[in-house]
């Protein structure tokens, strides 16, 4: 049974940048497809950026293209989410995701994935 631990959140000014970690433990990530969510307070539950578990395939938010990009360190066990420029509108609890997936795959639907992080608050402000 893998765990997924998020961090790297925090407080940061419009324009500023963050980068969050998802580690996980319990089993090796290198045959999980990745995929980080994010819920603002009244909002539902969206697809931000995704990762097969080969490194191959990427897919973004039209939201966040150019702006955020994610990356994994198979031998670290962990998954990265580079957050550059961010705006207020991304404030919100951010999740990462994970599901046994198929070379390049990546899923972009809550659905696809069955393993949850509790998430970690990212809010831009000034």
């Known amino acids: 049974q893998v765990q997924l631990v998020e961090s790297g959140g925090g407080l940061v000014q419009p324009g500023g940048s963050l980068r969050l970690s998802c580690e996980a433990s319990?089993?090796?990530?290198?045959?999980?497809?990745m995929g980080w969510f994010r819920q603002a307070p009244g909002k539902e539950r969206e697809f931000v950026a995704g990762i097969s578990w080969n490194a191959m395939n990427t897919q973004y938010a039209d939201s966040v293209k150019g702006r955020f990009t994610t990356s994994r360190d198979n031998a670290k066990n962990t998954v990265y989410l580079q957050m550059n420029s961010l705006k207020p509108e991304d404030t919100a609890i951010y999740y990462c995701?994970?599901?046994?997936?198929?070379?390049?795959?990546?899923?972009?639907?809550?659905?696809?994935?069955?393993?949850w992080g509790q998430g970690t608050q990212v809010t831009v402000s000034s």
């Open positions: 319990g089993r090796s990530l290198s045959s999980f497809a």
């Open positions: 995701a994970g599901t046994i997936g198929r070379a390049a795959w990546v899923g972009v639907n809550r659905d696809d994935y069955n393993r």
